[in-house]
């Protein structure tokens, strides 16, 4: 830790439930730690908003409507089930609920009970669907090679792939997934939706 700024932000740091991280002493960020780390965080978010902000204007749609279409276009008969939807996307059932429900409005998905299983929801992409992904998916490329993929050098691509699907691989572990899990449900228990 440095002597003269805190290692990481106090928003970041663990809710005061979290008594065993509490007990261990805190391994405090580098100097090279918390630069990377910044930039990381920085380069995401900046990232993350030009993305979103270029699709919405050529297309109306938000990242996370545009990468649930693209999801349900690679199922067969363009189909999930809500709860796969939600882990492939990492949302939280009730957000993924109000994302659909929203969709569902515009006539880009429908839901429809599962036929193998009573309690199960399906999602399913419309025609409508289909042709608003078409269209909006050249402009969304082209705006992901000119902020990430050509703005790296081979090497530096392939290094990021393989850092965040490590970063992919820890939060998908099962300790973090019953984390998820039991958020999801106190969601639920506060008046959330299930999915």
Do not use: K
Not at 5 to 31: I, M, N, Y
């Amino acid at each position: 830790m440095t002597t003269s700024t805190p290692a990481t932000e106090p928003a970041a740091a663990a809710p005061r439930d979290a008594a065993p991280h509490d007990e261990q002493p805190v391994r405090w960020l580098t100097e090279d730690q918390q630069r990377d780390w910044r930039a990381f965080r920085d380069g995401t978010a900046l990232l993350l908003d030009a993305l979103g902000r270029e699709l919405d204007e050529q297309s109306g749609l938000s990242l996370g409507e545009y990468e649930l279409l693209v999801r349900l276009s690679e199922a067969p008969d363009r189909t999930l089930r809500m709860s796969d939807l939600a882990g492939d996307l990492a949302h939280s059932r009730s957000r993924l609920t109000h994302t659909v429900a929203r969709m569902e409005r515009a006539g880009l998905v429908r839901r429809e009970r599962a036929t193998c299983d009573a309690r199960g929801v399906n999602c399913v992409m419309t025609e409508q669907g289909w042709a608003t992904l078409v269209a909006a998916a050249p402009g969304h490329v082209r705006s992901v090679r000119a902020h990430l993929v050509d703005a790296l050098d081979a090497d530096q691509l392939a290094a990021l792939g393989a850092a965040m699907q490590t970063v992919v691989a820890h939060l998908r572990s099962p300790a973090c997934d019953a984390a998820r899990a039991a958020d999801d449900d106190a969601a639920e228990a506060a008046g959330g939706s299930a999915a």
